[in-house]
């Protein structure tokens, strides 16, 4: 594509056109990332053969997209945003001064639990009291004090407390450890990227990686069941050879087998993150509740494990299908034709899952599902909180 110049009114200065800024700007005015991304992309292609636009015809283009996709309140926030002359400071707690983050903010409250609506609503009123108090500086305790206020105002005393009991979290400085289970297709990986940018959590490991790295360190012939599928790593155990073995339990067997195998590097990896202080999000189907009692971490991280699952098997069949697609070399592991013990591994797990008190998340719904784990993280640290608002804020 040519290049595109933006101009100011006068036509005396010019910028390149990009989407990187124009995203930013769109982030900011309280869009999705996926939106705004989508939004620059199609723009930019609507400016193909344009060589050079005004600013003001740009910001008009821009407004025009948004109240057709995404309504006219989005629009006046994004209209806003262009209006502000002035940008307010945050100092943090140690002092040093940075600009208010409306993504930030934004963030955090869907960390909390809220919707992305939701959360937007929340942020547009909390500038808009920013704008009309013409502050240019303020504390993030006084910023954390005025979002809790228009939570509770708009949004209830619940949503307000989980606010007040993630913040407190955040300022403690506690990792966080979050272990997503669930059998083959249930969609860990793409759930887990998700929470993490959300979160902010900037390490992920999956414990498929964790597998390959020992097999490359330990021949076949050695460990075969290491080297198998989560789901017929049974096949291999010597009590298979017999033909004597009930189905069922040598499936299980298999799969305890590798799961016991993988709990090593599992809870190296979550040692090596409380070692430097940092939120991890480990996920694979090797994380049998068991791991709970192995990973010692006293009241050094909140620890926290879902388990997800499909309940329809047509479902399941149709996320197998979509992963050989995106990726075809993983057709020879033959995750369509080994449907029906895929599905008899997820029986055990969730029944494994039950029995531990971890909880079951059914994962339809990418967004609704995320969701569902942040109000898991923010149960589990409500057990333990007792502070007021004035106390989180002082």
Partial sequence: ??????????????????????TRSLLEAGLAFDAAYKASSVLRQRLNGTHQISRDKLRKRVAEYLEDKHGAKVRAVYEARGQ???????????????????????????SCGLSEDQASAVVNGVVQGLNDRRLQEISSRDLGRITYERVRRELGEVMAHRYLVWVDNLRSGRPLVLLIGGATGTGKSTVATEV?????????????????????????????????????????????????????????????????????????VVQRALKEHVSVI?????????????????????????MLALLDPDQLRARLAGRVLEIPERAVSGYLSELDR?????????????????????????????????????????????????????
């Fill in 1 to 22: 594509m040519a290049k595109i110049w933006v101009t100011n009114n006068s036509g005396s200065t010019r910028v390149p056109f990009l989407r990187g800024i124009l």
């Fill in 84 to 110: 502000q002359v002035f940008a307010v400071q945050v100092r943090g707690a140690n002092g040093d001064l940075s600009p208010f983050s409306r993504p930030q903010l934004l963030r955090c409250l869907e």
């Fill in 196 to 268: 993490a940018h959300r979160l902010g959590i900037v390490r992920t490991q999956s414990t498929d990686m964790l597998r390959e790295v020992m097999r490359m360190m330990i021949p076949k012939r050695l460990l075969p069941a290491l080297h198998a599928s989560s789901f017929n790593a049974g096949l291999t155990l010597p009590s298979a050879a017999t033909g004597k073995s009930d189905p069922d339990a040598l499936l299980t067997e298999g799969y305890l087998t590798q799961s016991e195998l993988l709990s090593l590097p599992c809870e190296a």
């Fill in 282 to 306: 480990l996920e694979g189907v090797h994380l049998h509740p068991s791991l709970l009692q192995k990973v010692k971490v006293g009241k050094r991280a909140t620890v926290v494990m879902v």
């Fill in 342 to 394: 895929i599905w008899q591994l997820q029986s055990f797990l969730l029944s494994e899952a039950d029995r531990a008190g971890v909880p079951i998340l059914i994962n339809d719904d990418k967004e609704k599902v995320t969701n569902m784990i942040t109000t898991s993280i923010i149960d589990e640290l409500a057990h333990s909180f007792t502070k007021s608002p004035k106390e989180v804020f002082a």
